[in-house]
Nanobody
Framework: QVQLVESGGGLVQAGDSLRLSCAPSGHTFSISTYAMGWFRQAPGKEREFLAA????????IVADSMKGRVTISRDNAKNTAYLQMNNLKPEDTAVYYC?????????????????WGQGTQVAVSS
């Protein structure tokens, strides 16, 4: 089954930074032809868009609520996408997911993405 694998989550303190990574499992496809998106879901809440890029590169979108604190990037040579998060807050506690859309332009809607990961837990203590 084609899917993504997230890593880099964990328990951190408020104000810390984390960089999440996302790569295809088993090197099953190249992210170079996919737009990548990041989402999160906290207990009892709906999945929330965080950031996305364009498959061609050079164009990213970030949720208004996260601007200034998150950066999406990728390294096609390493076949890995990243989400850098700074100044983490307890309300950032959630399961973080990455997703891929073939030749996508970068979308805020989770319904446009074809491939998902299982998620990585981020917990922020105060």
């Amino acid at each position: 089954q084609v899917q993504l694998v997230e890593s880099g989550g964990g328990l951190v303190q408020a104000g810390d930074s984390l960089r999440l990574s996302c790569a295809p499992s088993g090197h099953t496809f190249s992210i170079s032809t996919y737009a990548m998106g990041w989402f999160r879901q906290a207990p009892g809440k709906e999945r929330e868009f965080l950031a996305a890029d364009n498959w061609r590169g050079g164009n990213t979108i970030v949720a208004d609520s996260m601007k200034g604190r998150v950066t999406i990037s990728r390294d096609n040579a390493k076949n890995t996408a990243y989400l850098q998060m700074n100044n983490l807050k307890p309300e950032d506690t959630a399961v973080y997911y990455c997703a891929a859309e073939f030749r996508g332009g970068g979308s805020r809607s989770d319904r446009t993405y074809d491939i998902w990961g299982q998620g990585t837990q981020v917990a922020v203590s105060s």
